[in-house]
């Protein structure tokens, strides 16, 4: 499916795979006592498989006679497992105080890596808005506790997490880069059923050699009793991944990422309303940042 008629309106699909990235979180955030942080991120790619296959009655074009498009599938979802794995162990390594921070230069590595693979670059005004979109998002995830913000960076040299932490955020980039050449060479529909299919495999490969017994953390009768906000969580990630995926084919990757870096506004509103998690000032600073930076790119 041609989506070229809507590339004006890009940054709505890059705020919808926000919302729904948040929104996954938040659902995760709610079966994290019941399930391994493992294999939720296996579920949630394997259960965004079935929901998204059946895209491919009507989305098939999938030129693997064509070197470039095979690269960009393989390598892409490599990344992308790489950097979901780097991410977990790095939560499980440091603070979240450190892993979200850091986390938010993911658009930097998406324009240096951008620009090194296709030789884009944003304009001046886009990279002003990935910028205040950046700096909002450093803000607003520096929460509750480490609201000096050089702390995160004079960590990196003596925390190991940082060093996961930055890895992640690379393997995100170059996976989103990577995806859009596939895009290009395909359609954004059916590279995302390719990419349904080949995460779950490169994942379950990875955890498995990490740990043998894996595949036990599988439990059918927990599964049962957790079947709807597993569901829903699947759901949200075929969702997000989805309109990722039409944002990539409309916009340069490093625009897409730093507009999904918005999902942190939507994790302070899902977590007031939910949680009851209190807003500090330093948040609100964060989200006005934030919205002049999506409001900069909308002018582009």
Known sequence: MDFSQFAHVWILFSLAS????????????????????????FYVNLSSLLITLPLIIWHHRFPFHDPVYLFAVVSGGLFSALGGWALNAALHKTDVSLVGPLMTL???????????????LPASIGLLGVLLLVVGGYVLSLGDHE??????????????????TLLAGGCFAAASVIGRIGIQLSDPLSFAVVV??????ILFVIFSVRDRSFYRQIKFAVMRRHAR?????????????????????????SY????KRTAGLFSVALGRWFFKETHPLV?????????FGVLVLTLK
Do not use: C
Not at 18 to 39: G, I, P, Q, Y
Not at 236 to 243: E, G, K, Q, T
Not at 256 to 259: G, P, S, T
Not at 283 to 291: H, N, Q, T, W, Y
């Open 106 to 120: 993911t658009p930097g590595f998406a324009i240096l890596i951008e620009w090194l693979v296709a030789g884009a």
């Open 196 to 201: 349904a299919i080949v995460n779950p495999l």
């Open 229 to 253: 906000p597993l569901l829903i969580l699947g759901a949200l990630f075929a969702a997000m991944r989805i309109a990722d995926q039409i944002a990539l084919s409309l916009t340069l990757a």
């Open 18 to 41: 926000a919302f729904f990235h948040a929104s996954r979180l938040a659902v995760t955030k709610h079966l994290s006592l019941d399930f391994s942080t493992e294999f939720l991120t």
């Open 147 to 164: 609201v000096r913000w050089y702390l995160p960076f004079r960590r990196i040299m003596t925390d190991p997490g940082s060093v996961l």
């Open 256 to 259: 897409a990422m730093a507009v």
């Open 283 to 291: 948040k609100s600073a964060g989200a006005v940042i934030m919205l």
